[in-house]
Each structure stands twice: as C-alpha cells, then as structure tokens.
C-alpha cells in the first residue's frame, strides 16, 4: 500500500519559514521523481518544485530563490524548505511520487498572515 505523509504545514507570519516534510511507503522511493505542488480554493492544483532521482531540482518562478527541495533516499522522505514565506504562498500544499504511477499525498495546509 503507498502511502505519502506529508507534515510540518502551519499558521506563520510573512517572512517566516516553514519546513515541510513527505514520508513514502510502499514505492521505491530512490526511482521516483518527487514533486511538491500546492492548490488554493478554486484554482489549479500548481506545480512548486520537483526533484529528479538524480538530484536535479526545478521550480516554479514565484518560488525561486525563497524554496529548496531536497530528498533523503535513505529516510524516504522529500523536504520542501520554505523561507522568506509571503501571504500569496497560502494553500494547500501536496507531495507527489511519480515512477510508473503517480501517487498523492493527503496535503499540509499553509497559512502565511500579513
């Protein structure tokens, strides 16, 4: 059974940070692209940042600079640094697996407040 845990959302105030984690089970997690996305009520799930399985990381423009990605293949876990945090980055915010199959995560609710 795969499972994608994500934790370490919170009510923050701009400017802050926030680390968040994605614990996987039941995948090979060493063969999957890793990928943090994030939804707000009424819009598009949007892509944040990804990580190949060779370490090489992407993100989305309105991140850049403020957000790393990172994964620990030995812990099975993907991390989603968040700095210099902005009201804009409120949302939900999913860890997604992706090898033969894509998997989802439950979601981490991030509130950033002015």
């Known amino acids: 059974q795969v499972q994608l845990v994500e934790s370490g959302g919170g009510l923050v105030q701009a400017g802050e940070s926030l680390r968040l984690s994605c614990a996987a089970s039941?995948?090979?997690?060493?063969?999957?692209?890793m990928r943090w996305y994030r939804q707000t009520p009424g819009k598009q799930r949007e892509l944040v940042a990804s990580?190949?399985?060779?370490?090489?990381?992407n993100y989305a423009d309105s991140v850049k600079g403020r957000f790393t990605i990172s994964r620990d293949n030995a812990k099975n876990t993907v991390y989603l640094q968040m700095n210099s945090l902005k009201p804009e980055d409120t949302a939900v915010y999913y860890c997604?697996?992706?090898?033969?199959?894509?998997?989802w995560g439950q979601g981490t609710q991030v509130t950033v407040s002015s």
């Open positions: 990580i190949t399985r060779g370490g090489s990381t």
């Open positions: 039941g995948i090979i997690f060493s063969l999957n692209v």
């Open positions: 997604n697996a992706e090898w033969t199959i894509s998997h």
